[in-house]
């Protein structure tokens, strides 16, 4: 039974940053590429960022520069880094590999 975890959301001011987790079971994590993606209010689903089975990361234009994806295949966990984050980054959160998702973190970027 795969399960990913996503931890790490929250209430943050305009300017500041978050590390989002997810941790993954019933998969072999290191066989797999993993992905943010994120939903706002009223909005579709759109993807954050990816990572490839050899750590390549790709991003969203509107986060590049100021998020970062990582993995530690030891702990079969995928992070997001966010840093100078923005209210328009306000949005749920969720992680993703082939065709499982996570059951996703709030975000709310707010003065």
């Known amino acids: 039974q795969v399960r990913l975890v996503e931890s790490g959301g929250g209430l943050v001011q305009p300017g500041g940053s978050l590390r989002l987790s997810c941790v993954a079971s019933?998969?072999?994590?290191?066989?797999?590429?993993m992905a943010w993606f994120r939903q706002a209010p009223g909005k579709q689903r759109e993807l954050v960022a990816t990572?490839?089975?050899?750590?390549?990361?790709s991003y969203a234009d509107s986060v590049k520069g100021r998020f970062t994806i990582s993995r530690d295949n030891a702990k079969n966990t995928v992070y997001l880094q966010m840093n100078s984050l923005k209210p328009e980054d306000t949005a749920v959160y969720y992680c993703?590999?082939?065709?499982?998702w996570g059951q996703g973190t709030q975000v709310t970027v707010s003065p």
């Open positions: 993703y590999t082939r065709l499982f």
């Open positions: 019933g998969i072999t994590f290191s066989d797999y590429e």
């Open positions: 990572i490839s089975r050899v750590y390549t990361p």
